[in-house]
């Protein structure tokens, strides 16, 4: 896989995960809800709310999938 680019401002970005506290914090209620709608709105098998951290991208809902996180060069970003 190709790895994932690093922004120019990656060290801010993972700052603002420390300070908010959700960077490796799992799966929340409220996030499990909005995936499900958005899965049966859109139809689509699968809907993710994922936080992206330094080594790996952890999913806050989910719908369709039972992973809680994976590593960042599975992520979406690894892609580009």
Do not use: W
């Amino acid at each position: 896989m190709i790895p994932p680019p690093i922004l120019s401002n990656e060290e801010s970005r993972l700052g603002a995960l420390r300070r908010y506290r959700i960077e490796g914090v799992g799966r929340e209620v409220a996030f499990d809800h909005a995936t499900d709608l958005a899965a049966r709105v859109f139809k689509v098998p699968i809907s993710l709310v994922s936080i992206v951290g330094a080594d790996e991208q952890r999913f806050k809902g989910a719908h369709g999938l039972q992973a809680l996180c994976t590593p960042m060069q599975a992520s979406m970003g690894s892609t580009l």
